[in-house]
């Protein structure tokens, strides 16, 4: 369509999953449904969605059956793990997606494509791990695992310790060409849980390599590359708060770049959660003057888009 808005939409790889019980995958299809119902209505009201989704909890756990299981099952690579997030969170996004669209008689396809992204080798940050990914666990335990299986440990946003690994900056989009052709018609999800990480070498074949990309990056690249109206993080918060978590707290409505550094200097944001969602935010609208970025809640998505709610950000 000539005139739709073009919408970049990131799902948490935390907010995709229900904060109850254990992280089955039953309970994730059952967050995923509601979440596509709110889609599914953003789709009706004429906007033209691409959706890339988060995986930190679930390549987490992948990673962690395979390392438990490695008497009786090779380890698979970070890579493939991540391939494997992509797969299921896509599949779970299609069924949800699709049935959310038949109910309201829209009838679009929806596909998720597995989507490679090329970082680069130099890339410091495969020095210095930075994703927190998996389940959470107390200071004790987190304290053990390093001791026990040499892992990266740091504490998340307030939340609990997790494993944290390199996650370095998306440069490339593998399979952008697919997504354009296919933009117009479709619903693609892509970009899952950044992408699954790759180098290029000398003779232009790609390699997969250990890290976890960060989605709102890749999110951001993409709607970059799509020439996006808006792009939408959507995370488990209604709005991103200065001094979060504390008696004086403090939700936000809006955000120019400006507001953004200057709160990024003031540490208001956690690195590996809050922190690289505003970057991203920033990274849109200072390519984009004229366009605006939005992070809200799942939940919110649809009122967000409205200039109800959530937090928006805006060049000036
Ligand atoms: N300044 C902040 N304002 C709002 N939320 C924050 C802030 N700093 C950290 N957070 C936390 O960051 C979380 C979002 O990060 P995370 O759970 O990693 O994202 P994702 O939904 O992409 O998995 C929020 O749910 C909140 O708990
Ligand atoms: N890959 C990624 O950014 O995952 P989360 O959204 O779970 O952090």
Known sequence: ??????????????????????????????????????????????????????NGPQVGRILQAYETAKEVTPVMPFDVCGAMSQGYIGYHIQQGLKYALNLRNKNIPVVTLATQMIVDEADPAFQKPSKPIGQFYSEEEAKNLEKEKGYVMKEDAGRGWRRVVPSPLPKKIVEIDAVKKLWDSTVVITCGGGGIPVIENDTGLLEGVAAVIDKDFAAELLAEQVKADCLMILTEVEKVAINFNTPRQENLS????????????????????????????????????????IITSLDKSLEALEGKTGTIITFA
Do not use: W
């Open 254 to 293: 809006q955000m120019t770049l400006e507001d953004a550094s200057k709160y990024i200097e003031e540490g208001q944001f956690a690195p590996g959660s809050m922190l690289p969602k505003v970057q991203a935010a920033m990274k849109f609208v200072r390519a984009n003057p004229s366009k605006k970025a």
């Open 1 to 54: 369509m000539e005139n739709a808005t073009k919408l970049v939409i990131a799902l948490g790889g935390n907010a995709l999953q229900s904060g109850k019980g254990p992280a089955t995958a039953e309970a994730q299809l059952q967050v995923v449904k509601k979440t596509c119902e709110h889609i599914a209505e953003i789709s009706c009201r004429g906007y033209e969605i691409a959706v890339v989704h988060g």
